[in-house]
């Protein structure tokens, strides 16, 4: 039974190793290591060990380590894809946005006083979320499509998360988070590889060229 404490437990306890498993995997496949994202994984694995607990300050603190890593995780997108222009991530925002702002207000009463925190990792994925629907309207192709099925992985696990603040006796969102995270960050990783693939590509076709014009 997945849903006793003896077996949720190890699920938290997985967790964290398959984000070690998964920067090694990447530091292995990766045409070219970007550190950040190596940072990034690290924030979320720190992030993942305050999880563990459930009390108010260790969720406070993963939080706020979760918020650094989405932090990250924004910057390589925008680094990675071109940039759809201002009216196209905001119409991608607005979805986002709402249901996680109503999320967030039924369970005012659960976040308390960690409100601002869940209401500033609203507009975070909201942004993620913008970003990745304007990519995909402007360049349809399967990076985009994996790093939007990414996001809306990242953003069903965060409604779940914020859900099981006001069912606190329910264990059944536990291997839901888990499995949503886990699908969340693999397709990522999948997304940032196969971009780094193609820059790669790409300088070596520029310098091809060069030292052809050069001859």
């Known amino acids: 039974d997945i849903f006793r404490p003896e077996a949720l437990y190890t699920i938290c306890i997985s967790k964290?190793?398959?984000l070690i498993v998964l920067a090694l995997l990447y530091w292995k496949t990766s045409p070219k290591v970007n550190n950040i994202y190596l940072a990034a994984l690290l924030f979320s694995w720190l992030a993942s060990?305050?999880?563990i607990s459930r009390d108010s300050s260790s969720v406070l603190v993963g939080t706020l380590l979760f918020?650094?890593?989405?932090a990250f995780s924004?910057?390589?997108v925008i680094k990675h894809i071109k940039l759809?222009?201002?009216f196209p991530i905001v119409i991608g925002c607005v979805p986002f946005l709402f249901i996680y702002?109503?999320?967030?207000?039924?369970n005012y009463d659960a976040i308390g006083d960690a409100?601002?925190?869940?209401?500033?990792?609203?507009?975070?994925?909201s942004l993620l979320g913008g970003l990745s629907v304007g990519n995909y309207m402007l360049r349809s192709s399967r990076a985009s499509t994996i790093l939007l099925i990414s996001t809306l992985f990242f953003a069903v696990s965060q409604f779940l998360f914020v859900i099981r603040l006001y069912y606190k006796s329910s264990n059944i969102f536990q291997p839901m988070l888990m499995l949503l995270f886990v699908i969340g960050q693999y397709l990522f990783y999948q997304f940032l590889v196969m971009s780094e693939g193609k820059k790669v590509n790409f300088r070596i076709m520029n310098e091809t060229v060069k030292d052809s014009e050069i001859v």
């Not at 702002?101 to 039924?106: A, K, S």
């Not at 409100?115 to 994925?125: G, N």
Request: hydrophobic share 65%.
């Open 16 to 18: 964290p190793l398959i």
């Open 49 to 51: 060990m305050f999880f």
């Open 67 to 70: 918020f650094v890593y989405r």
């Open 74 to 76: 924004i910057y390589i």
């Open 84 to 86: 759809p222009g201002i």
């Open 101 to 106: 702002m109503y999320f967030v207000n039924i």
């Open 115 to 125: 409100l601002p925190i869940f209401v500033t990792q609203c507009i975070v994925i």
